[in-house]
């Protein structure tokens, strides 16, 4: 059932470290743009072993969680139901608490990382490339069952990692070679490639930037420009920003825990913008 202005209602983001969490700003902004003044959300600092006591004080006035890590599998097992999208990673980003009080949770991060995309004009791709073998690069592999057609590189500092990459190919249908970071300037000749590692680790990427660079998607939105996404910019190559996805992930949520839809992206888009402007 769609949210009444009136509600009481509450959600928040749960991780550790939050405090630099934007999602506050962004939800506070769709509830103001929809006219849900007796909507909060806020952000509290929550590890895996305080999940589940943080879950058994949640009263029927909580609408929606929002997750980070380390808790993006964590809150799994606590869960009455989740998506297809969420099993296909293990990984959960949002949980939504019905009127019967079951605990569904779902993956915003996968389709937003499809629509960031696709805002950009990439609706397919005959290749790609991944930077990094995290949490976030199985959620990109997902994105990329999506648009890309062919062959996908992603590229590792390890061979357990590698290995992992592969069985996440296998799991997702995606047809996946790994290669060592040693070779990651490689990796910036693809016709898409999605930096899903911590700030500072492709740095020293940026003098590698080929002349005429297609569609780079580097996640981190803190601190931006990172010096690749700034070198793609200046070769004249399209950069999709990590505060893309964080916009288009958190329009999803927006829709699930309020009811209410299309969420007002542009309005979050522009809160995310002045809050990252003013840090």
């Keep these: ?130 930077l990094g073998a995290g949490a976030t690069a199985s959620s990109a592999l997902a994105a990329l069952s999506r648009v890309c057609t062919g062959e996908v590189v ?25 290669a060592d970071w040693s070779e990651a300037a490689e990796a910036l000749r693809a016709p898409l490639v999605i930096a899903t590692t911590p700030a500072g680790t492709t740095d020293a990427l940026a003098v590698a930037v080929p002349e005429r660079p297609a569609t780079l998607f580097d996640v981190l939105y803190e601190p931006w420009p990172t010096e690749l996404a700034a070198r793609w910019s200046m070769y004249g190559g399209a950069v999709v920003g990590g505060l893309d996805l964080l916009v288009h992930q958190a329009v999803l949520q927006v829709e699930q825990m309020t009811g209410r839809a299309p969420a007002p992206l542009e309005a979050m888009r522009r809160a995310g913008e002045a809050a990252l402007a003013a840090r």
């Design 1 to 130: 059932m769609p949210a009444r202005a009136t509600d009481a209602r509450r959600a928040a983001v749960l991780g550790k470290p939050i405090a630099h969490s934007l999602s506050p700003v962004l939800h506070r902004a769709a509830y103001a743009e929809l006219g849900l003044t007796g909507w909060s959300y806020d952000r509290f600092e929550v590890d895996e072993a305080e999940l589940p006591g943080f879950f058994e004080k949640l009263g029927p006035e909580w609408a929606g969680l929002s997750l980070t890590m380390p808790l993006k599998r964590a809150v799994i097992p606590l869960l009455d139901e989740i998506s297809e999208t969420a099993a296909s990673v293990d990984a959960v980003n949002t949980v939504v608490f019905g009127a019967d009080g079951r605990k569904r949770g779902d993956n915003t991060d996968i389709p937003g990382m499809v629509a960031a995309l696709r805002e950009h004009g990439i609706e397919e791709v005959e290749s790609a490339a991944i």
């Design 154 to 178: 992603a590229y590792v500092r390890s061979e357990p990692r590698a290995a992992e990459m592969r069985q996440w190919g296998r799991r997702l249908d995606v047809d996946v070679r790994t």
